[in-house]
T-cell receptor, first 113, second 114 residues
Framework: QKEVEQNSGPLSVPEGAIASLNCTYSDRGSQSFFWYRQYSGKSPELIMFIYSNGDKEDGRFTAQLNKASQYVSLLIRDSQPSDSATYLC?????????????FGKGTKLSVKP | EAQVTQNPRYLITVTGKKLTVTCSQN?????MSWYRQDPGLGLRQIYYSMNVEVTDKGDVPEGYKVSRKEKRNFPLILESPSPNQTSLYFC?????????????FGPGTRLTVL
């Protein structure tokens, strides 16, 4: 059973701080990694994707991938109250098809003013 | 406006009464997928479709059917709904396989089976 694990939280950080969200995955053959943000009662929306080892930065967001450790993280700099949401890590499962995307259960982030 | 639409948005039904949740996208995407989201279990894939007439099971297909007769539509069918299918359902689409493409999600359908 291919799995994606996330700490459910809640993770609470003060406004302006760095929020660090972590994700591990079990399938060593996974090649594509996504971070989605989901506000309460809304549908998920893509924040970042990463394919290669190392860091990828987009504005206040940085995704980090370490395939050897099967670990992917998302850093949010200068956290804002509007960043308060559940963050979903998703991994492409290459088990015979590109179509099977496996999601973690999500980490709930709360940014306190 | 590029979007994925789902209907109905909310549905309360009774055990055994067949229902269909429609999903439509206007982005000419080849790939479409259905997920259910439950507290403590996260998003789980039910079925996906790589293109017209091509569908495959996800992680939790039992009790569901799908069809893909047209590129833009991917309905989810519950032939005999049961209370354990009470959930929040999302349809998603992307321009090709989910491997390297963003999936765009619909607004969700909240289903209650009594």
């Amino acid at each position: 059973q291919k799995e994606v694990e996330q700490n459910s939280g809640p993770l609470s950080v003060p406004e302006g701080a760095i929020a660090s969200l972590n994700c591990t995955y079990s399938d060593r053959g996974s090649q594509s990694f996504f971070w989605y943000r989901q506000y309460s009662g809304k549908s998920p929306e893509l924040i970042m994707f990463i394919y290669s080892n190392g860091d990828k930065e987009d504005g206040r967001f940085t995704a980090q991938l370490n395939k050897a450790s099967q670990y992917v993280s998302l850093l949010i700099r200068d956290s804002q109250p509007s960043d308060s949401a559940t963050y979903l890590c998703a991994v492409n499962n290459y088990g015979g098809s590109q179509g099977n995307l496996i999601f973690g259960k999500g980490t709930k982030l709360s940014v306190k003013p | 406006e590029a979007q994925v639409t789902q209907n109905p948005r909310y549905l309360i039904t009774v055990t055994g009464k067949k229902l269909t949740v429609t999903c439509s996208q206007n982005m000419n995407h080849e790939y479409m997928s259905w997920y259910r989201q439950d507290p403590g279990l996260g998003l789980r894939q039910i079925y996906y479709s790589m293109n017209v007439e091509v569908t495959d099971k996800g992680d939790v297909p039992e009790g569901y059917k799908v069809s893909r007769k047209e590129k833009r539509n991917f309905p989810l069918i519950l032939e005999s709904p049961s209370p354990n299918q009470t959930s929040l359902y999302f349809c998603a689409s992307s321009s090709s396989g989910s491997g390297r493409r963003e999936q765009f999600f619909g607004p969700g359908t909240r289903l209650t089976v009594l």
